[in-house]
């Protein structure tokens, strides 16, 4: 397991901090970008969210063209894709380009995670699978600690070459994926019968392991696709995933702008202030995801970490100093990310077949639509009375709601570990 865990994870890892930053940059290039191109808070608020919606339109059929023709060469694919997207952002000159350059970004980005996702249990036991997917999705908050310095350093270009700061941004930072992209072909290996670099002891324990717990799953539950449809349980998980995307991208497509609100400083002083909530929410979720796989318990370890955010989001609406801002966003955005590695166990654990390609795809594609809600309930919040606390306040009830539905969820249990 560790050698696998080293050969896989830091990869994927590397390729969703790419993915990660490429949609969340556009709240650093709003700092410039807003004033430049004449976009309200609301016109913002709406563009930034729009990424979703396409997000939403691909998830299932992306999955499904993964299962067909294997992950190395679908996410390679999507990576370029999404590479030549995000640096085409940088010829937005108005409202409706800023819209329809978001949506193809969320198009094409949008089978990635659902796509690891299923690629991480076709490789990982259930009993692994907690920490290997908080892991994997500390990038996600990694993004801003190591994208915040450099998108408010890219924004210091400002004029240089005939191009705005914000320009020089998207332009930079979508290069990278199309260079991993093609890296990830080469790299990745679709199935670990094909695993050579694990020793034939090794493989042959991984493909027997993996074979049991399907059979297991498949045991107490159907494997089509209209399985994940028709499941009710999937359908709770979506809303708690629609709950935690609303707070999270809320949060994550405002907070530079709230903290120069609060603040004033620099693009790069907000670049660096941005990276200490995620910090902290780095390293709790990984240690929720180690005990959610340790005690076998899921629905506690999501419900806790997102009561917690609510409370977090509760007292960050009312503040007006910026160090008890980025503390009770640092806080919220822990609880945030401490509910996806036990969601995505508990999520994996209960479908097998085809009907967990498509219920993996669905719960990140309804779910998303989240982070369509999120930043456009707080550029209305703001546009109608200026401060974010309204908008915040929504967040945290959102938040709240998703710990209440993870409470409800019970299904059919093959290992006493997948609780």
């Avoid at 709003?30 to 563009?47: C, E, I, N, R, T």
């Avoid at 249990?121 to 908050?141: E, L, S, Y």
């Avoid at 350093?153 to 998207?170: C, D, K, N, S, V």
Wanted: with cysteine.
């Amino acid at each position: 397991m560790s050698h696998l865990s080293r050969r896989l994870v830091p990869f994927l890892f590397l390729l969703y901090i790419d993915a990660y930053l490429d949609r969340v940059n556009v709240s650093f290039a709003a700092l410039q970008m807003q004033v430049q191109l004449g976009f309200s808070d609301a016109v913002y608020g709406f563009g930034a969210g729009l990424f979703f919606a396409g997000y939403f339109v691909f998830q299932v059929p992306s999955n499904l063209v993964l299962q067909r023709v294997g992950a190395k060469r679908w996410l390679a694919m999507l990576m370029v894709a999404w590479g030549a997207v995000s640096s085409s952002m940088m010829f937005v000159s108005t409202a409706r380009g800023f819209y329809i350059l978001r949506f193809l970004l969320g198009l094409a980005e949008a089978g990635f995670v659902p796509g690891v996702i299923l690629y991480m249990k076709n490789w990982f036991p259930a009993d692994a699978r907690a920490r290997t997917v908080a892991w994997f999705m500390t990038a996600g908050p990694l993004s801003f600690v190591v994208g915040g310095p450099i998108s408010g350093a890219l924004l210091g270009l400002h004029t240089r070459g005939g191009l705005a700061g914000w320009q020089w941004l998207f332009l930079m930072e979508g290069v990278p994926a199309v260079l991993l992209g093609a890296v990830a072909y080469f790299y990745l290996t679709d199935h670990p019968a094909d695993a050579h670099w694990l020793a034939p002891q090794q493989r042959a324990w991984l493909i027997e392991t993996l074979e049991r717990e399907r059979q297991s799953v498949a045991a107490v539950t159907r494997t089509s696709t209209l399985a994940a449809f028709t499941n009710g349980w999937i359908w709770i998980l979506v809303g708690v995933d629609f709950c935690l995307n609303t707070a999270s991208y809320g949060i994550s497509l405002w907070l530079p702008t709230m903290i120069h609100r609060v603040s004033g400083v620099s693009s790069l002083v907000i670049g660096v202030l941005t990276a200490i909530p995620y910090l902290a929410a780095t390293a709790i979720m990984v240690l929720v995801g180690f005990h959610s796989d340790r005690s076998g318990e899921r629905r506690w370890h999501i419900a806790i970490s997102a009561f917690a955010g609510a409370v977090a989001l509760f007292v960050g609406a009312h503040s007006t100093a910026a160090a008890l801002l980025i503390v009770t966003m640092g806080l919220a955005m822990a609880g945030i990310s401490s509910i996806v590695g036990p969601m995505w166990a508990l999520a994996t654990g209960m479908l097998a077949g085809t009907a967990a390609a498509v219920g993996i795809g669905l719960i990140n594609a309804v779910g998303n639509l989240g982070g369509f809600f999120g930043p456009y309930i707080i550029g209305l919040a703001r546009t109608s009375s200026g401060g974010f606390k309204g908008g915040l306040l929504v967040l945290g009830a959102a938040l709240g709601l998703s710990g209440i539905l993870a409470l409800l969820v019970r299904p059919a249990r093959p290992r006493a570990e997948q609780a």
